[in-house]
């Protein structure tokens, strides 16, 4: 029963340069949920998605960052061109049922995004 | 907007005492509200879920009370153990119903 899987754990990025976050949810789940937490603040939600489709993305900046959820395949949070206020942790969260939050949300170890 | 506010970032008790989080909300009327775990470098882990018309909810030795009058809930740790050290995150659902909104967290630390 493996968990929620992202890859890499931890990327370095240089100004200006794209970062891919891949998250694999658990077996069975098809909502997926991105979360960013900043140092010393809490988690924020980003984007959520079920397969080949975005539900709610009100917590995503409008530019440079994007989210997708093919048919097959990991989910994955892009960013363009990124800066030095990108560098922060980012979850990704899966869940099974129909009903969004109601159902538990299980947590991915995250990937831990460094700009210089 | 809806806020969330856990009112301590940092809580030191002694291993075999209680401890208590508090979580307050603002601005919203949640229909339930969860409990997480998380140690540093991980992901949070799903601990409780507490329903608007359950006062209390219990698992092992945590105790999870929710006051929708007071807009508040605790979170109790029963006989700590230092393995409980780490930061406790709450967190209830948005007006959406399709995203969490977390407190920012208190982190626990049980001293031996």
């Known amino acids: 029963n493996a968990g929620v899987m992202q890859n890499p754990r931890h990327l370095v990025r240089r100004r200006g340069q794209e970062a891919r976050l891949r998250c694999s949810p658990m077996k069975g789940h098809s909502h997926v949920y991105w979360y960013r937490q900043l140092p010393e603040e809490g988690l924020k939600f980003m984007v959520y998605?079920?397969?080949?489709?975005?539900?709610?993305e009100s917590g995503m900046p409008k530019e440079r960052f994007s989210a997708e959820f093919p048919k097959e395949g990991p989910s994955i949070l892009r960013i363009q061109q990124v800066v030095r206020g990108d560098s922060a942790a980012y979850f990704c969260?899966?869940?099974?049922?129909?009903?969004?939050?109601?159902?538990?949300?299980?947590f991915g170890p995250g990937t831990r995004l460094l700009v210089l | 907007s809806q806020k969330i506010e856990q009112n301590s970032e940092a809580l030191n008790i002694q291993e075999g005492k209680t401890a208590t989080l508090t979580c307050n909300y603002t601005n919203y009327s949640p229909a339930y509200l969860q409990w997480y775990r998380q140690d540093p470098g991980r992901g949070p882990v799903f601990l409780l879920l507490?329903?608007?018309?359950?006062k209390e909810k219990r698992k092992e030795r945590l105790k999870v009370t929710f006051d929708t009058t007071l807009k508040q809930s605790l979170f109790h740790i029963t006989a700590s153990q230092p393995a409980d050290s780490a930061t406790y995150l709450c967190?209830?659902?948005?007006?959406?119903?399709?995203?969490?909104?977390f407190g920012k967290g208190t982190t626990l630390s049980v001293s031996s």
């Open positions: 969260a899966s869940s099974i049922g129909t009903s969004g939050t109601q159902e538990t949300q299980y």
């Open positions: 507490i329903r608007e018309n359950e």
């Open positions: 998605l079920q397969k080949e489709n975005i539900i709610d």
């Open positions: 967190a209830l659902e948005d007006q959406a119903g399709t995203a969490l909104i």
